[in-house]
């Protein structure tokens, strides 16, 4: 079964550690639970988005670096 | 008369306002350049003009140089001020309003580049004879030198990046292990995050004090120092509160502190506002961490034991003017005390952001350097930072029972603030006693989210 990863939190998801770094998962890669699959910055401070189950990721449904509302759903792990 | 026609504010919320009101009082034309979220907010009222610059993330909108400098030439404005973060200390910047013919209120972008290099900071004021912190002399080549200059200088040390700023570059290290693991690293984070690899090591001052000097130059020689601001109540090595003058410091050290700042200022050949940052060992000697070549956001409890400006002052020598006061004409009166009112959770400092629903202030006896009214959203965007409460008293004591009395009348809703906090330390024996150090939010046993 498909479960929704949401943002705790309204602020910028990266998919990134950095700029210059590659992105943490790709779609199609399988996870564990606690992975991190990316980060929300907010006022400054970045938050974790962590995989709350073992499964690939099916989709990311927000692009990097874009702007995302709290309850927002970032991916789909199947 | 006017020193400039029209001033373009660089930046937003409560800085932004307060550059506003200094130019209003000196009939000078203001022009707002704001980003998406902050469309409604109140400095974009209070400007006479206002420009939207881009989407809601400051790197699409307040960092970006071109669409500033766009701005500045459409509205026909003379300067641009900065205000703190942001542009503030990007020479980059500077240069292109330079270039422009725009005049820029700060420092020239090569005095910028100097003191925004810690390395070539310490070696400035090194030969100006201002104390900088044991450490190594110049950048460190290879992990053979730096262990051979740790055991020199004895652990625990920190190993810094020049360019570092913000705990960012920042390693503490215990051991010659310790340092033989941290060391590469530290070079790859500071090459990309600063684009410049070069580190160096400087001794751990385990107890210290954050004190710091402001300082204004013209552009005819003259440097003043405004006093000395105490800034040690810090989480995650930024401020919450900062008071002047400092509660550590005898007269006799005071005067030693204030004298070596204008020294390294004079060494530099520095202009316009900024401030000497020190650290303060346990045994009082003290040592020049690094400048910040712009207005502070503590800047206003300098204004309420001063008396001055320093907007003012700072627009007056950007348009060439001489120093209104010498030093002896400078006095300071009474004590101030700053809280900064941040929306985060007072003991996990994690951020909060909002919309505030209500906001009670007093109106008396109390300077609220705010950038939000009720009713205005707090974004996600940018700083937690929603405002500045300031007061001041005949003594110490008397400007703590103050700022207890106007922490005790304010309300916010809507969003999570560390009021609580600040009402917190007010009433704390440490504070109160005003023995305290950096580590004084550490000690009240509150850890932040990392």
Known sequence: ???????????????????????????????????????????????EVKAEKDGVIEKFHVENESEIEAGQEIATIS | MAYFNKVLIANRGEIALRIIDTCKKLGIQTVAVYSEADADAPFVHAADEAVCVGPSQAKKSYLVVDKIIDVAKETNTDAIHPGYGFLSENPDFVERCEKENITFIGPSADIMKIMGSKLSAREQMQKANVPVVPGSEGKLNSIEEALETAETLGYPLMLKASAGGGGIGMKLVHSREE????????????????????????????????????????????VVHVFERECSVQRRNQKIIEESP?????????????EAAVRGVKEIGYTNAGTMEFIFDEDGSFYFLEMNTRLQVEHP?????????????????????KLPL??????????????????????????SPGTIEKLTVPSENVRLDFGVIEGSKVTPFYDPMIGKIIVHGAGRSAAIENMKRVLDQIEVEGLTTNLDLLKQIMENKDFVSGNYTTQFIKSLGLEGVS
């Open chain 1, 1 to 47: 079964m498909a479960d929704k990863v949401l943002s705790p939190l309204p602020g910028i998801f990266y998919r990134k550690p950095s700029p210059d770094k590659d992105v943490y998962v790709n779609e199609g890669d399988s996870v564990k639970e606690g992975d991190i699959l990316g980060l929300v910055e907010v006022m400054k401070n970045f938050y």
């Open chain 2, 246 to 258: 400092s509660p550590f410091l005898n007269e006799e050290k005071r005067a030693e502190l204030l």
């Open chain 2, 179 to 222: 340092l033989e693991r941290a060391f590469d690293s530290t070079v790859q984070q500071a090459e990309s995050y600063f684009n410049d690899g070069a580190v160096f090591l400087e001794k751990l001052i385990t107890k210290p004090r954050h004190i710091e000097v402001q300082v204004v130059a013209d552009h005819h020689g003259n």
């Open chain 2, 326 to 351: 010498v030093q002896e004409d400078i006095q300071k009166q009474g004590h101030a005390i700053e809280c900064r009112l941040y929306a985060e959770d007072p003991k996990t400092f994690f951020p």
């Open chain 2, 301 to 321: 409890v300098t204004e309420e034991v001063s008396g001055l400006d320093l907007v003012e002052w700072q627009l007056k020598v950007a348009a060439g003017e």
